[in-house]
C-alpha cells in the first residue's frame, strides 16, 4: 500500500492526472524490474498486488510523490479475520516480553469503532504471544489494522518515500550538471517537484582536469535510478575554446569564473527550446565560492534569458551533503576533478561593465554558438549508460 501526499490538496481533475502520472511511473519502475503487478486505487490509497511485496515496496519507496509504503496482509473487514492476520503478520516481530500497541483506523464511522476493533486486535495478540505490555505511547512494536471500502488491511511497517511530486507533472528543466556535490541534488531536488530532467554538463576539454567530464557522467548515471524505467537524457556541450579564447585575448583570470558561469546559462538558454525545457537548474549558492556572493549571482543571472531554478541557494553545505549522502549521489570520485581555468583569487564583484566588454573581446556569441552546436547526446536508464551519440548536431 503506497500513500501520496500533497495531492490531497488539488482539485479532482488535477488529482486524478495526477494519480494517473503516479500509477504510469510506478508501473514504468516495477516493469523495469521484471515484476508483473495489479493496481487498484482506493481512495488516498494505491494498492499494489504482486509476488514479492518487499521488493516491491523497495522499488515504489523511490518514487516521486510517494510519502511512504506499508507491505500489508489483505483481508475481509471482518474483526475475526484481520485479528488472525494480525498475530500471523506480528508472530516473527513481536516476542515475548516486548511492549506494543495496535493503531486501527476505520474509514467509515459504521459497525465496530476503531478503539473496539483495536482492542479485538489488542487482545488475541495478548493472548497468543506470552508476557507482552500495552504501551500507547512508545511501543516497541507497532501494527496497523485498517477497515476500508475495500476490506480489511494489516500491516507493521512504513518505508518512508520521497514526497514530492509525481514525475512529469511539471514539465521538464535542464539543469546544468558538474562533476561536483551540488547540481545532482539541485536535480534530484527539481526531479522531487514533479520535473522531467535533461542534465547539461559543459566540457571544458583540456582545461579540467582528466576525470571531471567521467565524474559528471557518473552524476548523471546515478540520478537515473530515481527515475526508474525512464529514459535520462545528457548533453555534453564543449566549451574548451571559450577558456582558450580568455587566455589568448589576456581577459583578467579574476573575471574567468562569472564569464564561465554567465556562458552555461547563455548555452543552456540557447538549448532549452531543442530539449522541450521550459527552466534551468543550477546548484548556485549563496556564498560558497567566490562566483557566488549576491553581487556575482546578479552579473550571472544577467546573462540569462529563460528563468532560473536554484534549489540550493540557501542550504548549508551539510544540508546538501546530508541529501547527496542520502540519494546516493554523494560518493567518492577519485582522480583529477581540478579546473585549470580558476584564478587564484576570482573577482567577489566582478563589474558588469567589465565583464561585458570582456566577453566582446572574446567573441563570446561565435563561441556559445560553437558550443550548441558541437555536443554530444548520452541517456543512462536505470542507472546504465545505454546509448552515446558522439555527434555534431548541425544547426
Ligand atoms: P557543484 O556546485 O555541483 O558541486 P561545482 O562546485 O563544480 O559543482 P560551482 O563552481 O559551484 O560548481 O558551480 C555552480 C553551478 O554551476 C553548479 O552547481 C552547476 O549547476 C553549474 N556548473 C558548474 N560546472 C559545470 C559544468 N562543467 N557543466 C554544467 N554545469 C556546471
Ligand atoms: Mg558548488
Request: aromatic share 6%.
Amino acid at each position: 500500500m503506497a500513500r501520496y501526499g500533497e495531492l490531497f490538496l488539488k482539485s479532482e481533475p488535477v488529482k486524478r492526472h495526477f494519480i494517473g502520472m503516479l500509477l504510469r511511473n510506478i508501473r514504468k519502475a516495477l516493469g523495469a524490474a521484471g515484476l508483473e503487478c495489479r493496481f487498484e486505487t482506493p481512495r488516498g490509497r494505491i494498492l499494489i498486488y504482486g509476488d514479492n511485496p518487499d521488493r516491491i515496496a523497495g522499488i515504489v519507496s523511490r518514487i516521486f510523490g510517494i510519502v511512504d509504503v506499508s507491505t500489508c496482509l489483505r483481508t475481509s473487514p471482518d474483526p475475526e479475520e484481520m485479528k488472525r492476520a494480525a498475530l500471523a503478520l506480528a508472530s516473527s516481530r513481536l516476542k515475548t516480553g516486548m511492549s506494543f500497541a495496535v493503531r486501527a483506523k476505520r474509514q467509515h464511522k459504521t459497525g465496530m469503532d476503531s478503539q473496539e476493533l483495536g482492542r479485538v486486535i489488542g487482545s488475541w495478540l495478548y493472548e497468543h504471544i506470552p508476557g507482552l505490555t500495552v504501551d500507547l505511547d512508545d511501543p516497541a512494536y507497532e501494527i496497523f489494522a485498517e477497515v476500508r471500502d475495500i476490506g480489511g488491511l494489516v500491516y507493521d511497517g512504513r518505508l518512508p518515500g520521497p514526497g514530492g511530486l509525481p514525475w512529469g507533472t511539471q514539465g521538464r528543466v535542464l539543469v546544468l550538471l558538474s562533476a561536483g556535490i551540488d547540481s545532482p541534488v539541485a536535480s534530484w531536488l527539481a526531479m522531487k517537484r514533479g520535473c522531467e530532467v535533461t542534465s547539461l554538463y559543459l566540457d571544458a576539454g583540456r582545461w579540467a582536469g582528466a576525470d571531471v567530464t567521467a565524474a559528471a557522467i557518473e552524476n548523471h548515471r546515478r540520478l537515473s535510478l530515481w527515475c526508474a524505467g525512464t529514459p535520462l537524457p545528457m548533453v555534453i556541450a564543449d566549451s574548451e575554446p571559450l577558456y582558450d579564447a580568455m587566455s589568448r585575448q589576456k581577459v583578467p583570470p579574476r573575471y574567468r569564473c562569472v564569464i564561465c558561469k554567465r556562458f552555461m546559462l547563455r548555452v543552456a538558454g540557447r538549448l532549452m527550446e531543442h530539449e522541450g525545457a521550459l527552466a534551468v537548474v543550477t546548484g548556485e549558492n549563496l556564498g560558497q565560492v567566490a562566483s557566488q556572493t549576491l553581487a556575482n549571482l546578479g552579473v550571472v543571472a544577467d546573462a540569462a534569458s529563460v528563468p532560473v531554478l536554484r534549489p540550493l541557494i540557501t542550504f548549508d553545505k551539510e544540508e546538501t551533503i546530508a541529501i547527496a549522502r542520502g540519494i546516493g549521489t554523494f560518493v567518492a570520485k577519485p582522480g583529477d576533478l581540478a579546473c585549470r581555468a580558476v584564478p587564484k583569487m576570482p573577482a567577489t564583484a566582478a563589474g558588469l561593465k567589465e565583464v561585458l566588454e570582456h566577453e566582446q573581446t572574446v567573441g563570446i556569441v561565435d563561441l556559445v554558438d560553437h558550443a550548441v552546436i558541437n555536443c554530444r547526446f548520452i541517456t543512462a536508464l536505470d542507472g546504465r549508460i545505454v546509448d552515446q551519440i558522439p555527434h555534431v548536431r548541425g544547426e
